[in-house]
């Protein structure tokens, strides 16, 4: 089946530096991407969609500039925690949607641990 | 951001029983899906429910699409040990790739 692989599964950074993350689809391409972060026993939220050449768009209350989103080809997107803090602690998961239309072409990343000191 | 509700929280049960989970909504989805998510791990698709009263069957899993198109429910039948985990539905709007996740039911299987 579709694969897509997440980079760092964990990493750990201090508070004020960036962290980058990446997802690939590793075996279809990924006109879209999505970006979720989850808090520790708490569900998935989504903070932006990613298209392939084209700006992200956020969810209400996600800010643009912190959480910086690249998807410069199609099978790769990044997501930068710029200037981190505890408080941006939590599981961020990528999923990736192929060209055909089902929901079946929708796959999940393993996902990243950030945890900020 | 949006939720849906999800019943139980939580789920002790023993090994050989059956669970069952459900997921409600204000708004209409177009598609129901159910996942399972391992610790650390990202949400892995069980099943897809794609019409108003669709009944789809995985193996041991069950899920039905809702006639009002507002919710949806997961049964588990002659649970095993590895079973364990966290069960999310997810909705989609219609017309949008975005899933809007329930609050989770974290199941715990004693053998």
């Known amino acids: 089946g579709a694969v897509v692989s997440q980079h760092p599964s964990r990493v750990i950074c201090k508070s004020g530096t960036s962290v980058k993350i990446e997802c690939r689809s590793l075996d279809f391409q990924a006109t879209t991407m999505f970006w979720y972060r989850q808090f520790p026993k708490q569900s998935l939220m989504l903070m932006a969609t990613s298209n392939e050449g084209s700006k992200a768009t956020y969810e209400q209350g996600v800010e643009k500039d912190k959480f910086l989103i690249n998807h410069a080809s199609l099978t790769l997107s990044t997501l930068t925690v710029t200037s981190a803090h505890p408080e941006d602690s939590s599981f961020y998961i990528c999923s990736a949607r192929g060209f055909q239309p089902t929901n079946e072409k929708l796959f999940f990343g393993s996902g990243t641990q950030l945890s900020v000191l | ?111």
């Open chain 2, 1 to 111: 951001g949006q939720q849906l509700n999800q019943s139980p929280q939580s789920m002790f049960i023993q090994e050989g029983e059956d669970v069952s989970m459900n997921c409600t909504s204000s708004s209409i989805f177009n598609t129901w899906l159910w996942y399972k998510q391992d610790p650390g791990e990202g949400p892995v698709l069980l099943i897809a429910l794609y019409k108003a009263g669709e009944l789809t069957s995985n193996g041991r899993l069950t899920a039905q699409f809702g006639i009002t198109r507002k919710d949806s429910f997961l049964n588990i039948s002659a649970s095993i040990p590895s079973d364990v985990g966290i069960y999310f539905c997810a909705g989609q709007l219609y017309n949008t790739d975005k899933l809007i996740f329930g609050t989770g039911t974290r199941l715990q299987v004693f053998p």
